[in-house]
């Protein structure tokens, strides 16, 4: 399993990027992936998810309006487009899938991408 994350950077305040997950090595198409961020000093949490085909959603309360994360299974790549950024979304953003092998939950992570909100 591979994910590899790109489209991170400095963007000021109010701005906008878009996030990018290139996966392979599993099934993408009946996967659900996620988008989790870490920022300095805190813990990893969740920003938002995306089921496999039924396109059903769910985001952290903290970018609910800002934040849409897309598949494109086609591509096997997954995206979350951020807008109206504010300087407490800085942190490195990582893509996330899972599966179930011999009845346990393995997690895979990309490497992550930086994103970093700053005037």
């Known amino acids: 399993v591979q994910l590899v994350e790109s489209g991170g950077g400095l963007v000021q305040p109010g701005g906008s990027l878009r996030l990018s997950c290139a996966a392979s090595?599993?099934?993408?198409?009946?996967?659900?992936m996620n988008w989790y961020r870490q920022a300095p000093g805190k813990e990893r949490e969740l920003v938002a998810g995306?089921?496999?085909?039924?396109?059903?959603?769910n985001y952290a309360d903290s970018v609910k309006g800002r934040f849409t994360i897309s598949r494109d299974n086609a591509k096997s790549t997954v995206y979350l487009q951020m807008n109206s950024l504010k300087p407490e979304d800085t942190a490195v953003y990582f893509c996330h899938t899972w599966t179930v092998r011999y009845g346990l939950k393995v997690d895979y992570w990309g490497k992550g991408t930086l994103v970093t909100v700053s005037s």
């Open positions: 090595g599993f099934t993408f198409t009946t996967s659900a």
């Open positions: 995306r089921n496999s085909a039924g396109g059903s959603t």
